[in-house]
């Protein structure tokens, strides 16, 4: 579970400010958007390529 503890004479807005990068960086949305949509297992395989491909086609890119 997150949390964030508030310091004496903190604003309010900087503490919700840490909480929202806090569960950005956790990956809970992420994880829950993966398993409430279903996808296929060989649709899933083929993001899987094209994710792989457009990594190297970027790293290509970047080393030219």
């Not at 929202?20 to 060989?42: D, H, I």
């Amino acid at each position: 579970m997150i949390g964030v503890t508030i310091q004496t004479n903190e604003n309010i807005d900087r503490a919700l400010k840490r909480f929202k990068k806090k569960y950005e960086r956790s990956g809970v949305l992420r994880e829950f958007k993966k398993r409430t949509a279903f996808m296929k297992p060989s649709i899933e395989n083929r993001m899987a390529r094209l994710k792989s491909a457009r990594r190297q086609h970027k790293s290509s890119m970047e080393q030219d």
